[in-house]
T-cell receptor, first 110, second 114 residues
Framework: TQLLEQSPQFLSIQEGENLTVYCNSS?????LQWYRQEPGEGPVLLVT?????EVKKLKRLTFQFGDARKDSSLHITAAQPGDTGLYLC??????????FGKGTRLHILP | ETGVTQTPRHLVMGMTNKKSLKCEQH?????MYWYKQSAKKPLELMFV???????ENNSVPSRFSPECPNSSHLFLHLHTLQPEDSALYLC?????????????FGPGTRLTVL
């Protein structure tokens, strides 16, 4: 059982469409982070959400932290080919480790 | 370019070989990390160094041996690896050793064990 479950595992959509990917847990996290990893590169931090119910926007990306701090979502508006990549969520757990989800592999078709 | 470099970018080795992975950070950070990224598993933390002292070892097999000679350099020495050790090995650094600190990742070394 994964502490952080990400869904869907794979998503392929046309340029211009909207999409939402999810990161869910049965555990409470003090914060959650979203990373994007492009082929041949390491993950790059996009955002950290800290407060339950928090919404953060990064251009066409909207991140939301659940009220109970057990889940988070990433919504992309008008997806572009440059959004293609592996989206990872991660969070500190029990003060001594960081947990990653398996990720959602997103492919935007031109 | 995140300020964290890794060499080599690709490595193929036999099970009896000894090799080393190198990571260097140019960010003035005090903590460095080794992660393993396999195709079907989440990113797994292997080792954490804070101020050049190892503070975390997540039950990694002894065939992986880390070395941190100073706060800018981190090595992962490999010997008698198994085919299941084939993966992308990522290095990261952060300002402090807390897991709430932002981590900056290098591009990784793609390791194939034959």
């Amino acid at each position: 059982t994964q502490l952080l479950e990400q869904s869907p595992q794979f998503l392929s959509i046309q340029e211009g469409e909207n999409l939402t990917v999810y990161c869910n847990s049965s555990s409470v996290f003090s914060s959650l982070q979203w990373y994007r990893q492009e082929p041949g590169e390491g993950p790059v931090l996009l955002v950290t959400v800290v407060t339950g119910g928090e919404v953060k926007k990064l251009k066409r990306l909207t991140f939301q932290f659940g009220d109970a701090r057990k889940d988070s979502s990433l919504h992309i508006t008008a997806a572009q080919p440059g959004d293609t990549g592996l989206y990872l969520c991660a969070g500190p757990f029990r003060d001594d480790k960081i947990i990653f989800g398996k990720g959602t592999r997103l492919h935007i078709l031109p | 370019e995140t300020g964290v470099t890794q060499t080599p970018r690709h490595l193929v080795m036999g099970m009896t070989n000894k090799k080393s992975l190198k990571c260097e950070q140019h960010l003035g950070h005090n903590a460095m990390y080794w992660y393993k990224q396999s195709a079907k598993k989440p990113l797994e933390l292997m080792f954490v160094y804070s101020l050049e002292e190892r503070v975390e070892n997540n039950s990694v097999p002894s065939r992986f041996s880390p070395e941190c000679p100073n706060s800018s350099h981190l090595f992962l020495h490999l010997h008698t690896l198994q085919p299941e050790d084939s993966a992308l090995y990522l290095c990261a650094s952060s300002q402090g050793g807390s897991f709430t600190d932002t981590q900056y990742f290098g591009p990784g070394t793609r390791l194939t064990v034959l």
